[in-house]
């Protein structure tokens, strides 16, 4: 058992974040290799898709680091 239950919290909220992360990237990849196995291909639409779903691992990226930090911080202050 965890002595501060925000401890747990945190830490749940962080995997979920990381989980969600892993799942944005396998979905990507997922619907591009429906592309390249269907041939249908044109450049701008994959790069879009990539860019965008790069853009929201950026910003969960840049979240769930924060979290961390404040998860190291309280952590080490228990």
């Not at 990237?25 to 249908?40: F, G, H, K, P």
């Not at 044109?42 to 680091?65: K, M, N, P």
């Amino acid at each position: 058992m965890y002595p501060d239950p925000r401890l747990l919290e945190n830490i749940i909220s962080i995997r979920d974040a990381m989980r969600q992360i892993s799942q944005e990237a396998d979905a990507v990849v997922e619907l591009l290799d429906v592309r390249i196995e269907d041939e249908y291909l044109d450049g701008s639409t994959e790069a879009e898709d990539v860019r965008s779903v790069l853009e929201l691992i950026q910003s969960l990226t840049l979240e769930v680091g924060e979290e961390l930090d404040a998860y190291q911080e309280r952590h080490s202050g228990s």
